[in-house]
């Protein structure tokens, strides 16, 4: 949907590999059908440990339903301390002034957007929305809002960033890969 908040260069150009946590997020935003009509899915994911650290789901689209209180989860998931950026595409959710004053907030946190109409600059984010429509999603008829709330909190929570087993981390679950980043940076 069009809109005239101001947009930001895409910094994170396509660097989908990170080895520090905490320094490349990408967010996007799915729907959710159901009988009840629409429910709306907001992600953070890290790129270092590519772990849902931040989602919401809500019934509008509306920045305070969606990536407000998913950037309020991922901080509370993760510490931000050394500059991180955080990638999106140009969803007025993100460009709007409320979001972009709650990022302004961080001084570490460093916006970035997607080029004009390139799903590929938020590839991972796309990769994992086509995991969780396959193996979860397309798997149920959700009779209404509360039940596939509650289906998409257990896949991301208990299955996704617990035991699915993810082919860019070597074939470990994304909490495997955390504890192995953080295991190495306790090393150094």
């Known amino acids: 949907m069009p809109h005239k908040y101001p947009v930001v260069e895409n910094k994170l150009n396509r660097q989908f590999k990170v080895d520090k946590i905490a320094t490349a997020w990408v967010s996007d935003i799915t729907y959710i059908k159901t009988t009840q009509g629409w429910l709306y899915l907001t992600i953070i994911l890290d790129l270092a440990d590519r772990k849902i650290i931040g989602w919401a789901m809500s019934s509008t689209m509306k920045a305070t339903d969606s990536v407000v209180p998913a950037w309020k989860m991922a901080q509370k ?14 969803g007025i959710q993100y460009a709007c002034n409320e979001f972009k004053n709650l990022l302004d907030k961080n001084p570490l946190a460093i916006r970035s957007m997607s080029r004009k109409g390139n799903c ?45 087993l993810h082919s860019a981390l070597g074939y470990v679950s994304p909490k495997e890969f955390e504890d192995l980043l953080n295991k190495q940076k306790l090393a150094a």
Do not use: G, M, P
């Open 120 to 164: 590929w600059d938020k590839a991972v984010a796309e990769s994992f929305f086509k995991t969780l429509k396959a193996e979860c999603v397309y798997q149920n008829k959700f009779i209404n809002k509360q039940q596939a709330a509650v289906i998409v909190f257990e896949y991301i929570e208990i299955w996704y960033d617990r035991k699915r």
């Open 77 to 90: 998931n993760r510490s931000i301390t050394s500059d991180l950026i955080f990638h999106s595409d140009r």
